[in-house]
């Protein structure tokens, strides 16, 4: 329809590009669309209200609207209900858990790394965010027709790695190897404490480095590779209830001989030189600072490594685009990366992307793994779910298995949405008591709304014969959300946003309880015909929490 409006806007004379510039009002008295006449004040030198009324009389009557009329400065459509309507429920009837997905990716190749928790450290609430969004990311590309690799990847070696060893061999040895996170959390936090201001201990701290760095200590590598495997491990249930899957992930250590060797010949060809003993990259004329690659014992610094991930992502994987999400922290290490990959005339050094997120934040400040301050994932998750349990508690008396169930879900709902809903430039401060309410704009409304839609359906079991039918104005404005979805996904996919397909579930789920409660479904006259409207609500919500990775319930 939007497309029809450009095309009579066109055949008016309106400049393509112009014409482009139809919405959708917030108001949906305003019309279904509506065309903004300000950008032709300069062009066509009359005032905005006057070329209103001259586009809205030229355009006249038109097939498939009701009326077309200039109001102010806008000229408004109103697209034919009856038209609309079998329209738009016949496409979601028909394509069910495909409506709104595109073809715009076919046979592209999109690479995606994320969540990238590094080993003898906590899986806290700040991987959470990266985790969630990147996952969603992945699912929007896929149903936009993409073959999606979702990546992974992890530091397990490097100065971190030699200074939980340190620690442990220093204040732990014997201890028995625990696959409990907040153990490797502790003794990660306590090498940081003793370390402050201990010259000797940094001096051994460098030398466990260049040990693993060389693989030269036989009774260190049997450490590093067993409490290496017991951390991975801890990853697997976290991953599991966030419903996330990687195909691949990759590890420091795999990338670190190839990374010296592509330091080694960027020097060689003059991309990178030797400063006082390191290997560095010098970016300054490009207002990038100074990169270095390798330390100047020799050891590998994440910067070289990355290059070399960068070269398998694209040899082994042969990958359209790459997409890396990490922190924003991280801003100025992935530009000084695709510089160089410029600079050593890497050939896909353009489809090599990366974006970055601000941090999670508590009411009480922001976390970090440095120091212990910081919140790990299961005792976060444990919160949200006793507070879950507790909003539960209050409705009505079920099974302790299914108050569990149910917890779980509301629980990572809670977190994912609050996770996703903000756009990924601004810091969030999660506030628990404001993301489990199920009221407002939170994942638990969304899913309260669902369970809602889901008890109509179940009361009132097969549909009625439709017989005639009045649309009115929730009916349209739910309409209206429904006919947006496909929309939301193209834009989504096109600008990396996921926060616009996490305000369009609150939009619907608003909108829907604004049908429910001014229109009766069960017993009304025009049952048949809301009924159709509640089952597909809960389609095209189905579909809008696939792809923010959110799962519903049927009864809350």
Not at 83 to 100: A, F, H, Q, R, S
Not at 152 to 179: C, P, Q, R
Not at 220 to 247: C, G, H, Q
């Amino acid at each position: 329809m939007k497309k029809e409006i450009i095309d009579l806007l066109v055949k008016h004379g309106v400049p393509g590009e112009i014409a482009s510039l139809v919405e959708i009002p917030q108001d949906s008295s305003r019309g279904d669309f509506a065309f903004p006449c300000f950008a032709l004040a300069k062009l066509w030198k009359k005032n905005p209200v006057e070329i209103a009324r001259e586009l809205a009389g030229k355009i006249g009557t038109v097939k498939g609207f009701e009326k077309i009329e200039a109001v102010g400065p806008y000229v408004n459509f109103f697209v034919d209900k009856n038209k609309i309507t079998e329209d738009v429920l016949k496409i979601i009837e028909k394509d069910k858990n495909k409506y709104g997905a595109n073809k715009l990716g076919k046979n592209r190749k999109f690479m995606i790394e994320f969540s990238q928790p590094n080993t003898h450290k906590a899986f806290h609430v700040g991987h959470i965010r990266g985790t969630s969004f990147g996952e969603s990311l992945a699912r929007i590309r896929e149903f936009c027709g993409y073959n999606v690799v979702r990546t992974n990847y992890s530091g397990d070696t490097g100065m971190h790695i030699a200074k939980w060893l340190w620690a442990f061999t220093k204040f732990h040895k014997g201890e028995k190897i625990s696959g409990d996170e907040s153990w490797f959390a502790k003794i990660y936090a306590e090498a940081v404490q003793k370390l402050e201001g201990n010259e000797k201990g940094e001096i051994e701290v460098g030398l466990i480095n260049k040990k693993i760095d060389e693989r030269s200590d036989a009774k260190l590598m049997t450490l590093w590779k067993s409490t290496r495997l017991k951390s991975i491990a801890a990853w697997k249930p976290i991953y599991k209830e966030l419903d996330v899957k990687f195909n691949k992930h990759f590890f420091e250590s795999q990338v670190e001989i190839a990374g010296k060797k592509i330091a080694q010949e960027l020097v060689k060809i003059g991309v990178a030189r030797i400063n006082d003993g390191a290997t560095i990259v010098d970016l300054k004329k490009d207002n990038l600072g100074v990169w270095v690659l390798l330390r100047r014992d020799g050891t590998v610094l994440y910067s070289a490594k990355d290059l070399a991930l960068a070269e398998d992502k694209f040899s082994k994987y042969k990958a359209n685009e790459s997409l890396i999400i990490t922190n924003s922290e991280q801003n100025l290490h992935f530009q000084q990366l695709r510089k160089t990959l410029e600079l050593m005339k890497f050939k896909h050094w353009q489809n090599y992307y990366h974006l970055g997120y601000e941090s999670v934040r508590l009411p009480e400040g922001k976390m970090s793994s440095r120091t212990g301050k910081n919140i790990l994932y299961a005792d976060f998750r444990n919160e949200l779910v006793n507070a879950a349990r507790s909003e539960i508690e209050k409705r009505e008396k079920i099974s302790e298995n299914e108050i569990n169930v149910r917890a779980v879900t509301i629980a990572i709902a809670a977190i994912k949405y609050t996770m996703l809903k903000q756009d990924t430039n601004k810091v969030i401060i999660f506030n628990k008591d404001e993301a489990v309410r199920f009221e407002g704009d939170t994942g638990p409304y969304l899913l309260y709304t669902y369970a809602r839609a889901q008890s109509i359906l179940r009361k009132a079991g097969k549909i009625t014969k439709i017989n005639n039918y009045s649309v009115g104005n929730h009916e349209r404005n739910l309409l209206n959300e429904f006919a947006r979805f496909p929309e939301i996904v193209v834009n989504a996919n096109e600008h990396f946003n996921v926060s616009r397909v996490a305000h369009y579930a609150y939009t619907l789920a608003q909108t829907f309880n604004e049908f429910y409660h001014a229109c009766p479904v069960i017993g009304s006259d025009e049952e048949g015909f809301r009924l159709r409207l509640v089952r597909a609500f809960c389609q095209v919500m189905e579909n809008t929490m696939h792809l923010l990775g959110i799962s519903l319930l049927k009864e809350m």
